[in-house]
């Protein structure tokens, strides 16, 4: 699900893209030039449209595979492409191995083994939702091919690290099935250190004739004509994503103006720019922010994205630590009064163990305070007989509530969503599991607590009130217990998380970071070919067009 929609919602399956058009539009085949090179062995180009499964497939490679190019040659294309053909595969024998795809940014710590990463990364609930236990036996056993993209995308100090960690992950005894990963070809190359699998291969530009007849393809004929004699812009159109970017936004570049303009970065710069004004200005029937805005908000979460080595954005996986400074901490803090990571609880299970093992000891617990503090109490007030009734009926009372608070507070866990399909999906969950939980607390909880210490009164008063007083005595009881105990398993179960999150929220909204309707923006932002939506996340369309906007539009 997650290949096919980053598919077809790529920049390449949009080129057709008319202002009045919401669909995706045709495919047109990638009309890449593939060097393959294995080992010691010369460097060879393969055949036109070769498809990159044939070269997976091939002994001595063993799906053991590096793939190079430079920014927008369409290497992640090339991955995704990959991962559809096994897919289908492992949907059609459940025997094959399924793909995995991890974006190697992720990986912060220079100390960690690559096994534990991707432990951790399926573990944690942003693409993926895998229990530890399961991913280390999918390992033993063979059942998943690992593809990683974005190498590149680490700090330019830690990519190399990054490379031996793999290689020792790519020893014998730890990882023999196969592997791919994607890399930039000029950072890759600065390596000491190389990767050690089987066989590479690199996307090489388009040749000018097959920029032409990818134009011609695409109806974009004329479009040859106003760049053919521009050394500079014929050069970028013979990068796939560039050359998308160019048909995109070909009526807004001035050829006067990019004559102007002097560095490869400047008209870089200038070609996004006027993407960005194109795709802004396509119709839209409903309500939408003004362009300026849209712009500050979208390289706002642009920066934060590169500042957390993140290339997929959950919204409810924002944290504290997206907070511009001390001044925003200590306001999240004053409002929520708890430092720390935000953990929505979208799942709640009943461990049924716990809750009888945990509720044995609260009943004890619950019992022995009940039955002392009551008994006491009495006693010194009305005496020794009137003592110990009190003391049994608190111990009573106190083994029912400590025994079925304590059991569904340590039984009933909360996880996760494994596959987030939209957006808010995680909070959404939390707030209706804290009004679950809250419901089923109070009315457990209250009944037993409202019964329990109504009939106490009744018996220590002699029944003096009379049926009514004392149904009415019951009904106060009652109430008072709901009400508290609603609170406190509302809060224990997701009520805090939606608490922390919504803070957090609120403060980046009033500063003026993000709208307030953030799906709704965020669906916008790909409406206008800024951004992917993939499942409940969002990604930027590509990793120039974020820097783009974390460059220029803060």
Not at 44 to 52: A, C, G, P, S
Not at 257 to 285: D, G, I
Not at 316 to 325: A, I, R, S, V, Y
Not at 501 to 529: E, K
Request: hydrophobic fraction near 40%; include cysteine.
């Amino acid at each position: 699900m997650q290949v096919e929609t980053r598919l077809e919602s790529s920049l390449h399956n949009r080129v057709y893209v008319i202002p009045d058009a919401d669909t995706n539009p045709s495919q047109v085949e990638h009309p890449w030039n593939i060097d393959v090179k294995s080992g010691s062995k010369p460097k060879f180009r393969l055949q036109k449209n070769t498809n990159i499964i044939t070269v997976f497939d091939q002994p001595g490679v063993d799906g053991r595979l590096l793939i190079l190019g430079k920014p927008g040659a369409g290497k992640t294309t090339m991955l995704l492409e990959l991962a559809k053909v096994l897919v289908e595969r492992a949907a059609q024998d459940l025997s094959e191995p399924v793909p995995i795809l991890l974006s190697l940014s992720s990986w912060q710590n220079d100390q960690q083994s690559i096994a534990d990463w991707i432990v951790a990364e399926l573990n944690s609930g942003k693409s993926y939702k895998v229990r530890r236990d399961i991913t280390k036996q999918w390992f033993e056993d063979g059942e998943i091919i690992l593809l990683l993209d974005g190498l590149d995308e680490l700090a330019a100090e830690r990519q190399e690290q990054c490379v031996v960690k793999l290689n020792e992950f790519l020893q014998p005894g730890t990882w023999s099935s196969p592997l791919v990963v994607c890399s930039r070809i000029e950072e890759y190359q600065l390596y000491p250190t190389q990767l050690a699998l089987n066989t590479s291969v690199e996307l090489q530009p388009f040749s000018e004739e097959q920029v032409q007849e990818y134009l011609r393809r695409t109806d974009n004929d004329q479009l040859w004509n106003s760049i053919k004699d521009d050394l500079e812009l014929t050069k970028l159109a013979q990068t796939p994503f560039l050359l998308n970017v160019i048909v995109l936004s070909c009526q807004k570049l001035s050829q006067a103006k990019w004559q102007e303009l002097e560095s490869s970065e400047e008209r870089l710069n200038y070609l996004f720019a006027a993407y960005v004004e194109v795709m802004l200005a396509r119709k839209y029937e409903r309500k939408r922010p003004s362009h300026e805005i849209t712009k500050r908000w979208l390289g706002w979460l642009a920066l934060k994205l590169i500042e957390q080595n993140e290339t997929e954005f959950f919204i409810e996986k924002m944290q504290p630590t997206w907070l511009e400074d001390r001044r925003h901490e200590q306001i999240y803090r004053l409002i929520v009064r708890l430092i720390g990571g935000i953990r929505t609880s979208e799942i709640l299970q009943l461990n049924w163990k716990t809750f009888w093992w945990k509720g044995l000891i609260g009943a004890l617990l619950g019992a022995l305070l009940g039955g002392l503090i009551l008994g006491l109490n009495e006693g010194l007030n009305e005496g020794l007989n009137e003592g110990l009734i009190v003391g049994l009926i608190g111990a009573l009372i106190g083994a029912l509530l400590g025994g079925l608070g304590r059991g569904l507070i340590e039984g009933l866990k909360s996880s996760e969503i494994e596959t987030r399909t939209s957006p808010n999906q995680g909070i959404r969950a939390s707030l209706k599991n804290a009004v679950i939980t809250g419901l089923i607390g109070a009315l457990s909880l209250a009944l037993i607590g409202g019964l329990s210490f109504g009939l106490m009164g009744a018996l220590i008063e002699g029944l003096r009130f009379g049926l009514m007083g004392w149904l009415r005595f019951w009904l106060m009881e009652w109430l008072r217990f709901w009400l508290i105990f609603g609170l406190i398993f509302g809060l224990i179960n997701g009520g805090i998380a939606c608490i922390q999150h919504f803070s957090l929220r609120l403060i980046l909204y009033s500063n003026g970071h993000i709208p307030w309707n953030y799906a709704r923006f965020l669906d916008y932002a790909t409406n206008r070919l800024f951004l992917q939506r993939v499942g409940g996340g969002y990604r930027f369309m590509h990793d120039l067009l974020r820097q783009h906007f974390a460059t220029n539009y803060r």
